[in-house]
């Protein structure tokens, strides 16, 4: 089963086309999108799951509706799945915008599977998510936690200048110097980052950890980050086969990851 996880920007907007060619060439069994801003039609969705011949419809595809932000705005999380989804969730309380909880039948087992989109602003903000996540979101059983979570992990190459990169392109919402506590505390509660790549190949080559490509400020500051994940259980560690960053050119700000369960 291929599992993709993408935060597609802003609904897609005109660059829908090119996700959906995105998503035919990977053909994932099983994917998680966040920042869905005006799919409440469920138009955009059904047209995600017919590119991959999946069923346009209930049980297959999965809307949880945020909550709206200041602007009025809805960052949605879409949930596709070519097997169903089963038990489905929607959680708006104590997050900022969405957590889509499923189950999708893997053949010999069920996965318990969220879908998540942490809060842009601050690391204090994520934290308070963070533990209102982890009430629902266990890494017992076979269980898949994806997303846009906003965070910085300790275990990728990060410069050692990184926070003088991040102050030049005016980026303050992973704090100076950078907090990785996020990160950490799922970590300590269990979960695995299922993009481990050798710290070598992460040296190497960007395309091994780097999902959030930065160019701003008045100086151009360039600053590779990671803010997507896809985190598993212990259980479903062992069935993980591949994991790895998908370049999506310029059909969003965010790259995608794919990962292999066996």
Request: aromatic letters at 6%; hydrophobic letters at 45%.
């Amino acid at each position: 089963m291929r599992i993709l996880s993408w935060n597609i920007e802003n609904g897609g907007a005109d660059r829908f086309e090119a996700q959906l060619e995105v998503l035919r060439a990977t053909v994932p069994d099983v994917v998680v999108l966040q920042e869905c801003l005006g799919w409440d039609d469920g138009h955009r969705l059904a047209s995600v799951a017919a590119a991959l011949d999946i069923p346009p419809s209930a049980p297959h595809t999965f809307l949880a509706v945020a909550n709206a932000r200041g602007s009025g705005r809805r960052f949605h999380v879409g949930l596709v799945s070519r097997t169903g989804l089963h038990q489905r969730v929607t959680h708006t309380d104590g997050v900022a915008h969405v957590v889509a909880e499923a189950v999708v039948d893997l053949g010999t087992a069920p996965l318990a599977l969220f879908g998540v989109h942490l809060v842009w602003s601050d690391e204090d903000a994520r934290m308070l998510e963070v533990e209102r996540l982890m009430s629902w979101a266990e890494p017992v059983g076979l269980a898949l936690l994806a997303g846009d979570l906003n965070a910085l992990t300790r275990a990728d190459p990060y410069p050692s200048d990184v926070d003088e990169r991040l102050r030049r392109a005016g980026i303050d919402k992973y704090g100076h110097p950078p907090r990785f506590d996020v990160t950490d505390r799922l970590r300590d509660a269990g979960w695995i980052d299922a993009l481990q790549p050798a710290a070598e190949a992460r040296s190497q080559d960007p395309n091994a950890w780097v999902t959030a490509r930065r160019k701003r400020g008045e100086e151009g500051a360039v600053v590779d980050a990671r803010s997507d994940y896809v985190l598993v259980s212990p259980a479903l560690w062992p069935r993980v086969a591949r994991a790895a960053v998908l370049d999506v050119g310029s059909a969003s700000d965010h790259q995608a990851i794919i990962v292999d369960i066996v």
